[in-house]
């Protein structure tokens, strides 16, 4: 299936770091969303975006819906153990509501 | 709120037997939930779309006799993977969305997923 190419895939980081991520797609979407998995566990959503430009703070996290409606960004300041885990966005296109899941970011944070 | 449970959290079975994974919105009423399923270290791949009364529709490649799914009210799903083969052992999760409330703009939530192991 389609999926949508997230980067980067991995990313080890010293604690009070700041990330960056980023997800992109040859297809437009009319939401976003960024959700994080941890081991053995489902996705929890994070921040959702609704239209294009829209920057959104959750906490820590900050999550810009593209211009083009093609990419997401999702920021994470000053990170700390607990943000380890599986970063996935998720493009949403009208009508439908089937979820297109990026290939995930896995990040591992440095104590 | 919006809250979607599944269960069980895992289960083994012998091949050829079948299992029945349920997905279950606590919290509100979901005319609509979706079942993926996850390799190690992989995305979530859609399998398919599951309807409150009616069929599910199911993604390419996926077989629908194979992964029965039932939507028999608003607030129950259920994956049966019928005659299991070690194959198909992976990590199944569904999730839902409320469309007059958490979900009202698309967002879903998910189940905390079935680790499904044949041997």
């Known amino acids: 299936g389609q999926q949508l190419n997230q980067s980067p895939q991995s990313m080890f980081i010293q604690e009070g770091e700041d990330v960056s991520m980023n997800c992109t797609s040859s297809?437009?979407?009319?939401?976003w969303l960024w959700y994080k998995q941890d081991p053995g566990e489902g996705p929890v959503l994070l921040i959702a975006?609704?239209?294009?430009?829209e920057l959104t703070s959750n906490g820590r996290l900050t999550a810009q819906f593209g211009i083009t409606r093609k990419d997401s960004f999702l920021n994470i300041s000053a990170s700390i153990p607990s943000d380890v885990g599986i970063y996935f966005c998720?493009?949403?296109?009208?009508?439908?509501?089937?979820?297109?899941f990026g290939t995930g970011t896995r990040l591992k944070v440095l104590a | 709120g919006a809250v979607v449970s599944q269960h069980p959290s895992w289960v083994i079975c012998k091949s050829g037997t079948s299992v029945k994974i349920e997905c279950r919105s606590l919290?509100?009423?979901?005319?609509?939930m979706f079942w993926y399923r996850q390799f190690p270290k992989q995305s979530l791949m859609l399998m398919a779309t599951?309807?409150?009364?009616?069929?599910?529709?199911?993604e390419q490649g996926v077989e629908k006799d194979k992964f029965l799914i039932n939507h028999a009210s608003l607030t129950l799903s259920t994956l049966t993977v019928t005659s299991a083969h070690p194959e198909d052992s992976s990590f199944y999760i569904c999730?839902?969305?409320?469309?007059?409330?958490?979900?009202?703009?698309?967002?879903?939530?998910f189940g905390q997923g079935t680790r499904l192991t044949v041997v």
């Open positions: 999730s839902a969305r409320d469309p007059l409330g958490w979900g009202a703009k698309g967002e879903a939530f």
């Open positions: 297809s437009i979407f009319n939401t």
């Open positions: 975006l609704y239209k294009a430009g």
């Open positions: 998720a493009g949403l296109t009208s009508g439908t509501y089937k979820y297109i």
């Open positions: 919290d509100f009423q979901a005319t609509t």
């Open positions: 599951s309807n409150e009364g009616s069929k599910a529709t199911y």
